[in-house]
């Protein structure tokens, strides 16, 4: 096996894992509304928000899950190219490589999850669900760590090479 096609493995792995991540947020969606249908449904208030935190994460998975399946064979070439790579041995760089990019890829993909669930608080702060400022730098707080989770995700992804060369430079010394 060589690092393109374990790339290709690990992206088919992931995205299973998003699936299998997706059908518990959709258990706890069908959960929801049977819970809510037994007992007396929603109050008009919380609607918006329920909903928004009950679809939303099992859309973002479901998605990311998708995505990643279709253009698998896309992004293990940016992970790691098929030309590079022609042996069927892996070097210890090239595997450092390939589950850097694919832990960002992962990390990625959870980052838009939590900011999903910013967006909401956001929106409820904005309906009158909250009215304390406390809360309102909380969600801030929570705006501005899931921003920077993203972008390091998102390095981790498309820098992956680079900082495996820093990280064999500073090993080598």
Do not use: H
């Amino acid at each position: 096996m060589n690092t393109y096609q374990l790339a290709y493995l690990g992206m088919k792995a992931i995205s299973v894992y998003l699936a299998i991540q997706a059908l518990d947020k959709a258990g706890r969606l069908l959960e929801l509304f049977s819970y809510s249908a037994q007992y007396g449904g929603f109050y008009w208030n919380s609607l918006c928000r329920t909903v928004l935190t009950s679809i939303g994460p099992f859309l973002i998975f479901t998605a990311a899950g998708l995505l990643i399946w279709v253009y698998t064979d896309r992004i293990a070439k940016r992970i790691a190219p098929k030309e590079a790579d022609a042996s069927w041995q892996i070097k210890g760089q090239d595997l450092l490589r390939t589950g850097i990019a694919l832990l960002g890829l992962c990390s990625l993909v959870y980052a838009v999850n939590t900011l999903f669930w910013v967006g909401r608080d956001w929106i409820g702060y904005g309906l009158g669900f909250s009215a304390s400022n406390r809360e309102l730098i909380g969600i801030a707080l929570d705006a501005l760590f899931a921003g920077g989770r993203m972008v390091l995700s998102f390095l981790l992804v498309i820098k992956a090479g680079w900082i495996t060369s820093r990280i064999y430079r500073a090993w080598k010394l």
